[in-house]
């Protein structure tokens, strides 16, 4: 899809508050995600996406230079509204104000994650790290990564202009945060008391 074309239908369907599926794994045409742009910038564009079954799930930022195709107001898309509304699913906007269009969206989007305590998971080539911003400059983000039960692990630093996708509050990183509450309530064992 020429990239200036799709800039402009996604910058459209987010005006319009319209879902859309978008298509990105030239290896998987059946393979989108569906949702409610709310960003789109010359680099990244943010969605609230939806799953097959009408429930909002998060957020992810991705690449638009990786975006194949953009479909709206197909029926897919309809039957995701049908069921939204069943379930009274209300979506709400990541970012409380409006973004200005030369914002770097991934930089503001970590910065309100850091300010939020949001766990994220983020994918740099076939690597999925998890856990929260610790630091971040502009060209760089610090993680604080959580292991398989939700505990801290250790420390990454990434390049931004590594990172293909942002995944925020999606049910896997809600899964996360539940891990790590739960870890906190478990009874510590003390060691034995010295005589």
């Known amino acids: 899809m020429n990239n200036g074309y799709t ?8 005006a319009q508050g319209a879902l859309a599926s978008v298509y990105t794994d030239p290896r998987d045409p059946e393979g989108f995600c569906a ?17 097959p079954w009408g ?13 194949l195709q953009v479909l709206s107001g197909e029926e897919y898309e309809q039957r995701l509204a049908m069921l939204l509304s069943h379930y009274r699913q209300q979506h709400v906007t990541f ?9 770097d969206i991934l930089r503001r989007a970590l910065q309100h994650c850091q300010e939020k305590r949001y766990v994220i998971s983020v994918l740099i080539g076939d690597e999925m ?3 929260r911003v ?3 400059n502009d060209l760089r ?13 250790e420390e990454e630093t990434v390049p931004l202009r590594d990172i293909e996708v942002l995944s925020i509050d999606t049910e896997e990183e809600r899964m996360y945060e539940l891990l790590e509450r739960l870890d906190a309530q478990r009874p510590q064992l003390l060691p034995p008391e010295e005589e």
């Not at 429930?55 to 690449?63: A, E, I």
Request: charge should be negative.
């Open 129 to 131: 790290l998890t856990g």
């Open 134 to 136: 610790k630091d971040l």
């Open 141 to 153: 983000v610090t993680l604080q990564l959580m292991d398989f039960f939700g505990r801290p692990a």
């Open 35 to 51: 949702g409610f742009v709310e960003c789109v910038s010359n680099r990244h564009l943010l969605m609230a996406e939806v799953t």
């Open 95 to 103: 970012f409380e104000s409006p973004l200005e269009e030369e914002d």
């Open 55 to 67: 429930k909002l799930d998060g957020w992810r930022l991705r690449r638009t230079s990786d975006v």
């Open 7 to 14: 800039l402009y239908v996604l910058r459209l369907i987010a």
